[in-house]
């Protein structure tokens, strides 16, 4: 149960930055980069809660 927290609050934290990364003045590249960074630190973070590492 407390890994389903875990996955969840991580989850809603990820889509979270998202949206603020996307309110941020930055042009196109720059914001896509800061997705793609965020959205690989979310799937790690939840691998993580999987215990796959």
Do not use: E, H, N
């Not at 930055?17 to 997705?35: C, E, F, G, M, S």
């Amino acid at each position: 149960m407390g890994a389903l927290i875990g996955i969840l609050i991580t989850f809603l934290v990820v889509i979270l930055v998202l949206y603020l990364v996307q309110r941020l003045p930055l042009d196109a590249r720059a914001r896509q980069i800061a997705q793609i960074i965020v959205i690989i630190i979310g799937i790690v973070s939840l691998l993580k809660y999987l215990a796959v590492f």
